[in-house]
């Protein structure tokens, strides 16, 4: 099932609460001193703790964009069924990769933008310029066809920027490291 991606958040901070609550409750309610109440405390904290990773790992990270290139951020837990509007059924995804849903006619490309590796603090992306020449040979990305689903390995689990988001020149990275973002946008 796919969940938007604040419910989903919102449903598994609820559940762990209640977890926290409903552990520390038995602990106080039963416990004969405060060592064991304590003790309950501790266990409520990391129960609630381990829901939340739990959910949050378990489930996998999917972007669907519509016909007006409206960008939905969801998550998923258990079985999917998406109907594109073509009729096609998307009813698996890898939830250990990131899936984008292209839900329309046109191509997208999912490019990789890579910061770093130079001698300062701040350095330049690659990226295709406005004449769609490539502008550092460390170019590469990802196609997502129309009607499909492209389920794919990305080092931050996230889709940093959308279509007509305005891509930063620089941005600052340690020394000698680097930083990699991706850019959802229309094929070229």
Do not use: C
Request: negative net charge.
């Amino acid at each position: 099932m796919l969940i938007n991606e604040y419910l989903f958040g919102f449903v598994a901070i609820l559940l762990s609460l209640g977890v926290l609550f409903g552990i520390r409750f038995i602990a106080q309610r039963y416990s004969k001193n405060s060592k064991t109440n304590d003790i309950g405390n501790i266990a409520a904290f990391v129960g609630a703790v381990i829901i939340i990773a739990f959910a949050w790992i378990g489930s996998g990270q999917v972007y669907m964009i519509d016909q007006d290139f409206n960008v939905g951020s969801y998550r998923t837990w258990g079985a999917i069924h998406v109907e594109l509007d073509n009729g096609k059924v998307i009813s698996e995804i890898n939830t250990d990769r990131v899936t984008v849903i292209n839900n329309t006619s046109t191509p997208l490309f999912i490019e990789k933008i890579i910061y770093g590796g130079g001698s300062s603090h701040y350095t330049e992306k690659d990226y295709l310029d406005s004449d769609s020449n490539i502008v550092n040979s460390n170019y590469n990305g990802f196609d997502v066809f129309p009607y499909t689903a492209a389920s794919i390995y990305l080092e931050r689990k996230s889709i940093d920027y959308f279509f007509d988001d305005e891509i930063p020149d620089e941005i600052r990275v340690p020394l000698g490291s680097g930083e990699v973002n991706y850019w959802l946008r229309k094929a070229h």
